[in-house]
């Protein structure tokens, strides 16, 4: 009985040796790769020649937000020409989704003007939910020239709330909650623009 009991903890203790070695080796990769993936959806929403500094390089960090959805301070990301910031791109998350949260990438004018939005990861169901992707449907772009100024509070949302966007047929919840975070970080940014915008040039 003693026995078996050691050797159950010799291979208890063995499993997350293992687990833990091999999370050493892949971490710097995964890290390398998310950083990738993030430089890719931060260079689709903003032609190359809109800016010359380096968007990752340029991060600064925000304090968590209700409008944003944060919990833990996030990274904002500046777009510049010759120094000064034009566009802000935050990473809002939205805890709405219909299987959990949908993080996305939202580029804001310094106007208050969305340039565009990217969704950067997400668990919604497959064929239905994912249709928020750029590779799935064109939908995501709908965003694009949207403003607080150019749509009133309950425009803000999807045609069957009374707003102006399309939702999916047979998922209504994902498209709501993409909205309503992309409306929110609006309002964050009018909020708190100044800030944001001494922080991009510090």
Known sequence: MIRSAMVLALFAVCGTLLVAITYELTREQIAENERLSLL??????????????SLLDDKFLIE????????DSTYAYPAK??????????????????TGTINILVAIN??????????LSHRETPGLGDLI????SNWIHTFAGRSLESLTTKEWQV?????VFD?????TITPRAIVKA????LLYFQKNRDKLLELAND
């Open 159 to 163: 045609k069957k709330d009374g707003g």
């Open 64 to 71: 968590a937000d209700s409008l944003l959805g944060t919990t």
């Open 182 to 185: 992309v409306h929110r970080s």
């Open 110 to 119: 310094i106007d208050g003007t969305v340039v565009g939005v990217r969704v």
């Open 133 to 136: 992707e750029e590779r799935r």
């Open 81 to 98: 020409v010759d120094g000064d910031s034009h566009t802000i791109l935050l990473t809002p998350d939205s805890q709405e989704g219909y």
């Open 40 to 53: 890719k959806s931060l260079t689709q929403l903003l032609p190359a020649e809109s800016y010359n500094n």
């Open 167 to 171: 939702q999916f047929t047979g998922a």
